[in-house]
C-alpha cells in the first residue's frame, strides 16, 4: 500500500495557469518579465488592505494553494505561503505547518501546545536542523530545542521555507548539519487596519487575537503594526491545561528606493501541564489515556500539581538594508533572543543515604517535620523546579558587490551566548500541595539538594566568502563559497565534590564549511541544478562536555563525550525544476555524516522529569529522491502532491558500556523509506476550503532496529467563506478539522534508546536495553474562527 501511494504521490499532475508566489530564497531570472517598473514591483510586494483574508488576486496566482513556492536558488527549498497558512488553524505551528512538505517528518501533539516539537527532516533529527526567525537565531543556543510557539502567532506568518540537505552560507546557525526551517512575519500595511479574530473548539481550546495597523504615518516612510494574542485549552490527554499569552510587533522605514530598515520584536508567557510520553508498553496499555493524573496520594509523581512549564521568551531584532550604488550593498542585523523556564516535575527523593551532588547525605534536613514525611516510606514525594534561562545575542553583516557577470559576497557573524540552570526541591504534603516560600529541601546542614547546577557560556565567529558568476544572460551561475566557523564553550557544573575536569570544561572547535552550486536555467520554465555542500552540528548541551549527578547514587547519570568532535555531513544534490502550466522539483540526493550524534533521553527512575545522554553513532550515509509538484488554479481548484523515498544506513559499530553495540548497517532512528502528502484546494474569492492527506512510514526507535513505531495516515481539512461586508466590516468564517479520521497513533520518538532488548556486545558483553519514549499524535480537533477586519 504505501509503495503505491508513494509512486501516486510522484506522479500526480494537473493543469493551470499563472506565475508564482514570492517567498524567501527566490532569485528571479533575468528575462523580460523582470523589466516590470519599480512602482509595479513595490505594488506586488505590498501586503494586501485586508491583509487577514484569503485575497482574491493572491489566490488566482499561488500554486497547489500556497502550499508550493516558485524557487530559483541551486538547491532543494520548499515553502508555504500565507495563502496556506491562513487556511490552516490559529493554533497552528511551524512545525505542524511543514508536515506536508517533502522530507519532513512532524505532527502536532495536540489542538494547542508551548512546548518543544519532534521534528525530522532527511533523517536529520530536530537539534540537527538550523531554525530562524526574519534571520535571528530561534532556537536555544545550546540544546537546540526549537520553541516555535513562543516565537509568532500564525495569523503573522508569511512565510515558512524548508531547504532540505543544505543551510544558507550567510545564515545564523551552528547546529545545522544539514536542513534548515526560516520563517518571515507579514509587514505593516500600508493603510491602517484593524483585524480581530476569535478561534474555539474542542478541548476547551480558544484563541483570541487582535492586530492594529498604522498604515503609512504621514509621508513619513515608516509603517508599524503591533498584535497580541490570549490561547488557553486543556490537555487533550491527561489532567491539565496551557494557558500562552504573545505579542508580535513590528516597524519598517524606507530610506530610499532601495534602502531600508525594519524592527521585529516578539514577547511570549506561558503555563502548561507536562506532556507525558509512553514506551510501547505504556502506550499499548493506556493508549491515548496515557497523561498526568488529577487525585494524588503519597509517592505519586505523575499528579497534575507536581508537573508543568512555566515558559517565556522575548525577542527583538533590528535589520537594515542599505543601498550605495555601483553594485555595492550591506545587510546588517542586530538581534537578541532570550529563552527562560522553569520546568517542575515530581520526584521520589530518599529520606536517608541520598545525595547532594556527589557528597553523601546521612538523612534530609530536619525530615522528621517536613511535610509529606511518613516513617513508614524511605523516600519523600517532591516536585522539582528546574528553573534555567538562555540568552543569545549577535550581529550578522554582509557585504554585496555585483559588477557586471559577477557577484561577490562576504559575511560576519558574532554571536554570544550564556545559560544557566538549577534545580530545587521541594515537599509536598498529603493534599499534593507544595509551597517554594517554605524552602527547599536541603542536607548536610544547609546544602540544597541539586544534581544539575550547570552555567554555560559560548562566544562565536563566523566567516563567509561567497562569488557567483552568471553567463549567457544568466542561464547559467556558478557560485562557490566557504565559511568559517571558531566557537568557544565552557560548562561549569558547580556540585559538592564534583571538581577539577568534572567540575569545569572549555572547548574549542574550528569548522570549514565550503559549498558549490551550478544551475542552468534552458528558459524560464525548466531549470537544472547541482550542489555540493556542507554543515556541521556542534555537540549540544551540557551532556556532551559534564555530567549530572544522582541524588539516589551520586554517581553520573550521563557522561561527556569522549571524543569531542562537532558533526560534520557532505551533501551532494542533483534536481530539476519546471514552471509553467504547473510547478514541479525533482530532486536526487546523498549525504555522508560523520560524529554522527544522537541524543539518548529516559526518565529518571521514579520521576517524570528525564536525562539525556549524548551517543556519537560515528558514520551515517543515506541516499534519495524527493519530489513536489503543484497545479496553478483551475476552475478555483489547485492540487498539490509531494513524497520522499530514503535509505539510510549506519557505518559503526558504536562504542557502548564498555563494549560495542552491532549497530553497523542499521537504518538511521527517526527516518522513514517512504513519505508523502497529497492536497487539494479551493478558493473562488468567497468560498475556500483546503484538504490534506499525509502519510509516514514506519520509523525505528533504537540504533539497533529493535523497536519502531507503525506506519500512519493523516488527514485535515479547512473550510471557510468571506461574508458580505457589512459597512466598513469585512467579517470572515473557518472551520478547521484537524486528524479527521480520529486515528490514534505514535508520531515520533521523544527518546532514542541504543537498544531496547538485552544485546550482545561485539567482545560478548550481555548490554541490558532500555525503552525508547514515544509522542502521540493529535487527536480529532475542531476548531472554528470568526474573524473582521475593519
Given at each position: 500500500?504505501?509503495?503505491?501511494?508513494?509512486?501516486?504521490?510522484?506522479?500526480?499532475?494537473?493543469q493551470?495557469?499563472?506565475?508564482?508566489?514570492?517567498?524567501?530564497?527566490?532569485?528571479k531570472?533575468?528575462?523580460?518579465?523582470s523589466?516590470?517598473?519599480?512602482?509595479?514591483?513595490?505594488?506586488?510586494?505590498?501586503?494586501?488592505?485586508?491583509?487577514?483574508?484569503?485575497?482574491?488576486?493572491?489566490?488566482?496566482k499561488?500554486?497547489?494553494?500556497?502550499?508550493?513556492?516558485?524557487?530559483?536558488?541551486?538547491?532543494?527549498?520548499?515553502?508555504?505561503?500565507?495563502?496556506?497558512?491562513?487556511?490552516?488553524?490559529?493554533?497552528?505551528?511551524?512545525?505542524?505547518?511543514?508536515?506536508?512538505?517533502?522530507?519532513?517528518?512532524?505532527?502536532?501533539?495536540?489542538?494547542?501546545?508551548?512546548?518543544?516539537?519532534?521534528?525530522?527532516i532527511?533523517?536529520?533529527?530536530?537539534?540537527?536542523?538550523?531554525?530562524t526567525?526574519?534571520?535571528?537565531?530561534?532556537?536555544?543556543?545550546?540544546?537546540?530545542s526549537?520553541?516555535?510557539?513562543?516565537?509568532?502567532?500564525?495569523?503573522n506568518?508569511?512565510?515558512?521555507?524548508?531547504?532540505?540537505?543544505?543551510?544558507d552560507?550567510?545564515?545564523?546557525?551552528?547546529?545545522?548539519?544539514?536542513?534548515?526551517?526560516?520563517?518571515?512575519?507579514?509587514?505593516?500595511?500600508?493603510?491602517?487596519?484593524?483585524?480581530?479574530?476569535?478561534s474555539?473548539?474542542?478541548?476547551?481550546?480558544?484563541?483570541?487575537?487582535?492586530?492594529?495597523?498604522?498604515?503609512?504615518?504621514?509621508?513619513?516612510?515608516?509603517?508599524?503594526?503591533?498584535?497580541?494574542?490570549?490561547?488557553?485549552?486543556?490537555l487533550?490527554?491527561?489532567?491539565?491545561?496551557?494557558?500562552?499569552?504573545?505579542?508580535?510587533?513590528?516597524?519598517?522605514?524606507?530610506?530610499?528606493?532601495?534602502?531600508?530598515?525594519?524592527?521585529?520584536?516578539?514577547?511570549?508567557?506561558?503555563?502548561?501541564?507536562?506532556?507525558?510520553?509512553?514506551s510501547?508498553?505504556?502506550w499499548?496499555?493506556?493508549?491515548?489515556?496515557?497523561?498526568?493524573?488529577?487525585?494524588?496520594?503519597?509517592?505519586?509523581?505523575?499528579?497534575?500539581?507536581?508537573?508543568?512549564?512555566?515558559?517565556?521568551?522575548?525577542?527583538?531584532?533590528?535589520?537594515?538594508?542599505f543601498?550605495?550604488?555601483h553594485?555595492?550593498?550591506?545587510?546588517?542585523?542586530?538581534?537578541?533572543?532570550?529563552?527562560?523556564?522553569?520546568?517542575?516535575?515530581?520526584?521520589?527523593?530518599?529520606?536517608?543515604?541520598?545525595?547532594?551532588?556527589?557528597?553523601?547525605?546521612?538523612?534530609?534536613?530536619?525530615?522528621?517535620?517536613?511535610?509529606g514525611?511518613?516513617?513508614?516510606?524511605?523516600?519523600l514525594?517532591?516536585?522539582?523546579?528546574?528553573?534555567?534561562?538562555?540568552?543569545?545575542?549577535?550581529?550578522?553583516?554582509?557585504?554585496?558587490?555585483?559588477?557586471?557577470?559577477?557577484?561577490?559576497?562576504?559575511?560576519?557573524w558574532?554571536?554570544y551566548?550564556?545559560?544557566?540552570?538549577?534545580?530545587?526541591?521541594?515537599p509536598?504534603n498529603?493534599?499534593?500541595?507544595?509551597?517554594?516560600?517554605?524552602g527547599?529541601?536541603?542536607?548536610?546542614?544547609g546544602?540544597?539538594?541539586?544534581?544539575?547546577?550547570?552555567?554555560?557560556?559560548?562566544?562565536?565567529?563566523?566567516?563567509?566568502?561567497?562569488?557567483?558568476?552568471?553567463?549567457?544572460?544568466?542561464?547559467?551561475?556558478i557560485?562557490?563559497?566557504?565559511?568559517?566557523?571558531?566557537?568557544?564553550?565552557?560548562?561549569?557544573?558547580?556540585?559538592?565534590?564534583?571538581?577539577?575536569?568534572?567540575?569545569?570544561?572549555?572547548?574549542?572547535?574550528?569548522?570549514?564549511a565550503?559549498?558549490?552550486?551550478?544551475?542552468?536555467?534552458?528558459?524560464?520554465?525548466?531549470?537544472?541544478?547541482?550542489?555540493?555542500?556542507?554543515?556541521?552540528?556542534?555537540?549540544?548541551?551540557?551532556?556532551s562536555?559534564?555530567?549530572?549527578?544522582?541524588?539516589?547514587?551520586?554517581?553520573?547519570?550521563?557522561?561527556?563525550?569522549?571524543?569531542?568532535?562537532?558533526?560534520?555531513?557532505?551533501?551532494?544534490?542533483?534536481?530539476?525544476?519546471?514552471?509553467?502550466?504547473?510547478?514541479?522539483?525533482?530532486?536526487?540526493?546523498?549525504?555522508?555524516?560523520?560524529?554522527?550524534?544522537?541524543?539518548?533521553?529516559?526518565?529518571?527512575?521514579?520521576?517524570?522529569?528525564?536525562?539525556?545522554?549524548?551517543?556519537?553513532?560515528?558514520?551515517?550515509?543515506?541516499?534519495?529522491?524527493?519530489?513536489?509538484?503543484?497545479?496553478r488554479?483551475?476552475?478555483?481548484?489547485?492540487?498539490?502532491?509531494?513524497g520522499?523515498?530514503?535509505?539510510?544506513?549506519?557505518?559503526?559499530?558504536?562504542?557502548?558500556?564498555?563494549?560495542?553495540?552491532?549497530?553497523?548497517?542499521?537504518?538511521?532512528?527517526?527516518?522513514?523509506?517512504?513519505s508523502?502528502?497529497?492536497?487539494?484546494?479551493?478558493?473562488?474569492?468567497?468560498?475556500?476550503?483546503?484538504?490534506?492527506?499525509?502519510?509516514?512510514?514506519?520509523?525505528?526507535?533504537?540504533?539497533?532496529?529493535?523497536?519502531?513505531?507503525?506506519?500512519?495516515?493523516?488527514?485535515?481539512?479547512?473550510?471557510?467563506?468571506?461574508?458580505?461586508?457589512?459597512g466598513?466590516?469585512?467579517?470572515?468564517?473557518?472551520?478547521?478539522?484537524?486528524?479527521?479520521?480520529?486515528?490514534?497513533?505514535?508520531?515520533?520518538?521523544?527518546?532514542?534508546?541504543?537498544?531496547?532488548?538485552?544485546?550482545k556486545?561485539?567482545?560478548?558483553?550481555?548490554?541490558?536495553?532500555?525503552?525508547?519514549?514515544?509522542?502521540?499524535?493529535?487527536?480529532?480537533?475542531?476548531?472554528?474562527?470568526?474573524?473582521a477586519?475593519?
Amino acid at each position: 500500500m504505501k509503495k503505491f501511494f508513494f509512486v501516486g504521490v510522484l506522479c500526480v499532475s494537473f493543469q493551470g495557469g499563472n506565475v508564482a508566489a514570492k517567498a524567501q530564497f527566490v532569485s528571479k531570472p533575468n528575462d523580460k518579465s523582470s523589466n516590470a517598473s519599480v512602482k509595479q514591483k513595490r505594488a506586488n510586494e505590498q501586503p494586501n488592505k485586508k491583509g487577514e483574508n484569503i485575497d482574491v488576486k493572491e489566490h488566482r496566482k499561488v500554486a497547489g494553494g500556497g502550499m508550493m513556492v516558485k524557487h530559483t536558488t541551486p538547491r532543494t527549498v520548499s515553502s508555504l505561503s500565507h495563502s496556506y497558512i491562513g487556511m490552516q488553524s490559529p493554533t497552528s505551528t511551524i512545525e505542524s505547518l511543514i508536515s506536508t512538505l517533502p522530507g519532513v517528518v512532524s505532527a502536532s501533539e495536540g489542538p494547542l501546545t508551548t512546548s518543544f516539537s519532534t521534528l525530522h527532516i532527511r533523517g536529520m533529527e530536530q537539534a540537527e536542523i538550523g531554525v530562524t526567525l526574519e534571520g535571528m537565531p530561534a532556537a536555544n543556543p545550546f540544546t537546540y530545542s526549537t520553541y516555535t510557539p513562543s516565537l509568532v502567532d500564525s495569523q503573522n506568518m508569511e512565510t515558512v521555507n524548508v531547504m532540505q540537505g543544505a543551510v544558507d552560507i550567510n545564515s545564523p546557525t551552528y547546529n545545522a548539519t544539514g536542513a534548515e526551517i526560516s520563517a518571515t512575519i507579514r509587514r505593516p500595511s500600508e493603510r491602517r487596519n484593524i483585524h480581530v479574530a476569535a478561534s474555539g473548539g474542542s478541548y476547551g481550546t480558544n484563541k483570541d487575537f487582535i492586530r492594529y495597523d498604522t498604515g503609512e504615518i504621514g509621508h513619513s516612510g515608516v509603517r508599524a503594526f503591533a498584535s497580541g494574542s490570549y490561547s488557553r485549552g486543556d490537555l487533550w490527554r491527561g489532567a491539565g491545561d496551557i494557558k500562552r499569552w504573545h505579542v508580535d510587533a513590528a516597524l519598517t522605514k524606507s530610506w530610499s528606493r532601495n534602502s531600508n530598515t525594519e524592527a521585529i520584536f516578539g514577547f511570549t508567557k506561558a503555563a502548561q501541564g507536562e506532556w507525558l510520553y509512553p514506551s510501547l508498553a505504556n502506550w499499548k496499555k493506556y493508549g491515548v489515556n496515557y497523561g498526568l493524573s488529577d487525585q494524588y496520594y503519597n509517592g505519586n509523581t505523575h499528579y497534575v500539581g507536581l508537573n508543568g512549564k512555566d515558559t517565556g521568551s522575548i525577542y527583538g531584532t533590528l535589520k537594515n538594508h542599505f543601498s550605495f550604488g555601483h553594485g555595492l550593498s550591506l545587510d546588517a542585523q542586530a538581534y537578541s533572543v532570550q529563552f527562560h523556564g522553569p520546568y517542575y516535575y515530581g520526584e521520589s527523593i530518599p529520606v536517608k543515604n541520598g545525595y547532594v551532588g556527589a557528597q553523601k547525605y546521612k538523612a534530609l534536613d530536619n525530615y522528621q517535620s517536613l511535610p509529606g514525611y511518613d516513617p513508614a516510606n524511605s523516600e519523600l514525594t517532591a516536585t522539582e523546579v528546574s528553573d534555567w534561562y538562555t540568552l543569545s545575542s549577535g550581529l550578522n553583516l554582509v557585504g554585496h558587490w555585483k559588477y557586471k557577470f559577477n557577484t561577490l559576497n562576504f559575511s560576519y557573524w558574532y554571536s554570544y551566548a550564556q545559560e544557566a540552570a538549577t534545580q530545587k526541591f521541594y515537599p509536598v504534603n498529603g493534599r499534593g500541595q507544595w509551597n517554594s516560600r517554605g524552602g527547599p529541601l536541603t542536607a548536610n546542614g544547609g546544602i540544597p539538594l541539586n544534581q544539575d547546577n550547570e552555567n554555560g557560556l559560548q562566544q562565536l565567529s563566523s566567516f563567509a566568502v561567497d562569488d557567483k558568476m552568471s553567463f549567457f544572460h544568466d542561464r547559467l551561475t556558478i557560485d562557490g563559497g566557504i565559511r568559517m566557523a571558531m566557537a568557544n564553550r565552557q560548562y561549569t557544573q558547580d556540585l559538592p565534590n564534583v571538581v577539577g575536569a568534572n567540575y569545569k570544561s572549555v572547548k574549542n572547535v574550528f569548522v570549514p564549511a565550503p559549498q558549490v552550486l551550478i544551475s542552468y536555467r534552458f528558459n524560464p520554465e525548466h531549470q537544472i541544478y547541482i550542489n555540493g555542500t556542507t554543515g556541521y552540528h556542534l555537540p549540544s548541551a551540557l551532556s556532551s562536555q559534564l555530567a549530572s549527578y544522582s541524588y539516589t547514587t551520586g554517581k553520573a547519570q550521563s557522561l561527556p563525550l569522549a571524543d569531542y568532535k562537532p558533526e560534520y555531513m557532505i551533501t551532494e544534490e542533483i534536481g530539476y525544476r519546471y514552471s509553467g502550466l504547473l510547478m514541479a522539483n525533482v530532486a536526487g540526493f546523498h549525504y555522508n555524516v560523520t560524529n554522527h550524534q544522537v541524543s539518548a533521553v529516559s526518565y529518571v527512575p521514579g520521576s517524570t522529569s528525564t536525562i539525556s545522554q549524548l551517543i556519537n553513532a560515528g558514520g551515517l550515509e543515506a541516499y534519495g529522491v524527493q519530489a513536489e509538484i503543484a497545479t496553478r488554479p483551475w476552475h478555483h481548484f489547485s492540487a498539490y502532491a509531494s513524497g520522499q523515498y530514503m535509505h539510510t544506513k549506519n557505518g559503526n559499530n558504536i562504542a557502548y558500556s564498555g563494549d560495542y553495540l552491532p549497530t553497523k548497517g542499521k537504518q538511521e532512528v527517526g527516518a522513514p523509506e517512504f513519505s508523502g502528502s497529497l492536497g487539494l484546494t479551493y478558493n473562488d474569492g468567497k468560498w475556500f476550503g483546503n484538504f490534506t492527506l499525509q502519510y509516514t512510514d514506519s520509523q525505528y526507535s533504537t540504533l539497533m532496529n529493535d523497536q519502531r513505531i507503525p506506519s500512519y495516515f493523516t488527514a485535515n481539512l479547512a473550510v471557510g467563506r468571506n461574508l458580505p461586508k457589512i459597512g466598513g466590516v469585512v467579517p470572515k468564517l473557518k472551520l478547521n478539522l484537524v486528524n479527521l479520521g480520529d486515528t490514534h497513533y505514535l508520531s515520533s520518538m521523544y527518546g532514542y534508546t541504543a537498544a531496547a532488548t538485552t544485546q550482545k556486545g561485539v567482545f560478548g558483553t550481555t548490554i541490558k536495553g532500555s525503552q525508547p519514549t514515544y509522542v502521540i499524535g493529535s487527536p480529532f480537533v475542531v476548531m472554528g474562527t470568526i474573524s473582521a477586519d475593519f
